[in-house]
């Protein structure tokens, strides 16, 4: 499959101009028109059918037979950070630019598009190219499952480029992966009274740090890593009254759906509990954010093969520790079996700094990693490998 799949200069070359294009014409979330407009008219010229399920989401199928279908996601949206890479590509948006790689996951999922679509008639089954808007914002995966993208689909296969991984290397990660979100918005009410004479009120602003305290605590008491952190505290008008109200805000990051469903009865009990030691009334309002990436373990056998295959075994990263960032991939995962895994950017800034700029290299290996997984997942005709 090696040899098979080797990129010739023509496709390295028409992928790379790809991304620069898509680099240096970023756009955010649902704004991605250009960006879907290109996917299209790319699609067409590889004789792929595309349809828009929803605004600026494109999806293309690619039809090589009978068979298990497979679908891959790339997200197309960037962020509203001022570039500062000094490419020569660079993003001429200003204040925009794509500081998290969808630029690199767009075209390397194009770029096997390329590939699988010149090999369609030694393969079996269909190829689904899931292309989402809005990863970054309100999640656009969730309205691609609403308008049934995966309907027919057996497994679903997404990558993101990472700076810790080393430039041509694969990072694979079994179970539980990217945690969870759920963020939380706390209202605390108490009695307003002189500063002088703290006993006569019910000090919210108290009960809120004391609250912000303990949650900061919670997590280690679970099993599992997570974490609970409270970004915003607003009480009290001026320095001699006592706080009538408060109010907090922050994130619950968890893994897997039974850990996501106790830790935030915890965070509910605990702020019950400290608002019943200070005779305040709490409102919480919970927020469901993004599902966790749990990997399922026989298509991340195959993305481990796969990259063993492609790359060699030492090139191939198994994750040891699960990620307290999220990804809307895993609404995906949470429909169907699929695996997420990770493409050595080949650069060393962090995700969203606005140096971040993953290399060629790193464009080409995500292209013939998704390109093998599709040939792995869905098998050759008989003769044909």
């Known amino acids: 499959m090696r040899e098979l799949l080797e990129i010739n200069n023509e496709i390295r070359s028409e992928v790379i101009g790809l991304r620069e294009n898509i680099h240096r014409n970023p756009e955010l979330g649902n704004e991605e028109f250009k960006t879907a407009e290109l996917i299209e008219s790319y699609l067409a010229s590889l004789g792929i059918e595309t349809c828009r399920p929803y605004g600026t989401a494109v999806v293309g199928r690619l039809k090589c037979g009978e068979g298990k279908t497979v679908a891959f996601r790339a997200d197309m949206d960037a962020l509203p950070v001022e570039e500062a890479t000094g490419a020569a590509f660079a993003s001429e948006r200003k204040g925009i630019m794509h500081a998290c790689g969808h630029d690199v996951h767009t075209a390397s999922v194009l770029g096997a598009a390329k590939i699988l679509s010149g090999m369609k008639d ?3 089954g269909t190829v689904v190219f899931i292309f989402q808007p809005d990863e970054e914002g309100s999640g656009g ?32 990660r079994y179970g539980k992966f990217y945690a969870a979100s759920d963020m939380f918005d706390v209202t ?23 609250a912000v305290s303990r949650l900061r605590g919670l997590p280690q008491e679970q ?28 994130i619950i990051r968890s893994l897997g759906e039974e850990n996501r469903s106790a830790l935030k009865k915890r965070v509910c009990e605990t702020i019950e509990s400290v608002c019943a030691e200070f005779g305040s009334e709490s409102d919480i309002n919970l927020i469901e ?3 966790g990436i749990v990997n399922t373990d026989n298509e991340t056998a195959v993305a481990e093969a796969t990259a063993r295959r492609m790359f060699g075994d030492d090139a191939v990263f198994m994750i040891e520790e699960p990620l307290m960032t999220t990804e809307d991939f895993g609404y995906y995962i949470s429909e169907k079996a699929g695996s997420f895994y990770h ?39 008989q003769g044909d490998i």
């Open 289 to 291: 954010s993004y599902a």
């Open 343 to 381: 493409i050595g950017a080949g650069c060393s800034e962090a995700l969203h700094s606005p140096c971040f700029l993953p290399s060629e290299e790193a464009l080409i290996a995500a292209v013939r990693m998704h390109a093998a997984v599709a040939c792995e997942f869905l098998g050759f005709k």
């Open 122 to 124: 030694r393969l079996n």
């Open 223 to 250: 099993e599992d890593r997570c974490v609970v952190s409270t970004g915003m505290l607003k009480a009290g008008t001026v320095r001699n009254v006592i706080a009538d109200e408060a109010f907090f805000a922050g």
């Open 141 to 172: 995966a969730r309205k691609l499952i609403e308008a049934g993208v995966l309907a027919d689909v057996d497994a679903v296969f997404g990558a993101h480029v990472d700076p810790a991984i080393p430039e041509g290397c694969i990072g694979i």
């Open 188 to 210: 605390i009410k108490g009695k307003s009274a002189h500063g002088a004479s703290p006993e006569k009120g019910i000090d919210a602003l108290a009960a809120a740090a004391l």
